[in-house]
């Protein structure tokens, strides 16, 4: 059923899904955010999710092939395709089911935008971590909610704009990661936090997390709309054009 996803369901419950394109370093494409979006949407069933990636990568981001096509298109395409990339991330951040994100290799751009949903992020040591799209000319605009809740705009403005890539431990400061781990024991810590939910009543888990949410950050339909606004906007710009072309020709960028 599931093209770029792997999905199984323990004895007890745990839902365990996994991105499974690692040959492309499980970046978001749109069949991916498809498949996500629809997961999300569907479960109604789980004690804990516990969300990694296949192969060497957690997420490598954005499909630049997909951004490509998105600065050709008209602007209404290009909404259609930020809005999608945004229902994403909406659908996975009110999962009403813990959702405990087990990080290794890399997670960029978009990757971190999944971290920033989660409510429990495990990290291998040795994790990398960055905002990589002004290196592209564009912004991280529908996961900026999502990272600003997480991170708070002191913390955000440390990574946000500079494309700096920095480590599992930087990442854990800044909030983005709740442990980090030697990678022989990945799996046992993301046990240690899915075993908690398994005493407690399921019910009102959703509720805590829904309460939790509404008492944080305001991220409402007119913030998701504001984002997407903003990437399409970014992506109608000229150093958008250039440093997507740039990437994908495998050349510098002009301000390079």
Request: charged share 20%; aromatic share 6%.
């Amino acid at each position: 059923m599931w093209q770029t996803l792997d999905i199984r369901t323990d004895p007890r419950g745990v839902v365990y899904v996994t991105l499974n394109t690692p040959e492309r370093r499980n970046v978001l494409s749109p069949a991916m955010i498809a498949e996500l979006t629809e997961f999300a949407r569907t479960l109604d069933q789980a004690r804990a999710v516990v969300l990694s990636g296949a192969g060497p990568t957690f997420c490598a981001g954005g499909d630049l092939a997909w951004m490509q096509a998105q600065i050709e298109a008209d602007r209404p395409q290009r909404l259609r395709e930020a809005r999608k990339l945004a229902d994403m991330l909406q659908a996975l951040n009110t999962l009403p089911f813990p959702l405990i994100g087990r990080l290794h290799g890399g997670a960029f751009g978009g990757g971190i935008g999944m971290a920033c949903v989660c409510d429990v992020v495990v990290a291998a040591r040795g994790t990398q971590f960055c905002f990589s799209e002004t290196r592209l000319g564009i912004i991280p605009a529908t996961i900026g909610p999502y990272v600003l809740a997480r991170m708070g705009e002191g913390h955000a403005r440390r990574v946000f704009m500079s494309a700096r890539v920095f480590g599992a431990e930087e990442a854990e400061t800044l909030g983005i990661v709740s442990r980090v781990i030697d990678a022989e024991g990945l799996g046992a810590a993301v046990e240690a936090e899915v075993t908690p939910y398994l005493s407690t009543a399921p019910g009102a888990v959703a509720a805590a997390k829904a309460l939790a949410r509404a008492l944080g950050p305001r991220i409402d339909a007119e913030v998701i709309d504001d984002s997407i606004r903003r990437l399409a906007d970014i992506w109608e710009a000229p150093e958008a054009v250039l440093g997507v072309r740039a990437f994908l020709d495998k050349k510098s960028s002009p301000w390079s």
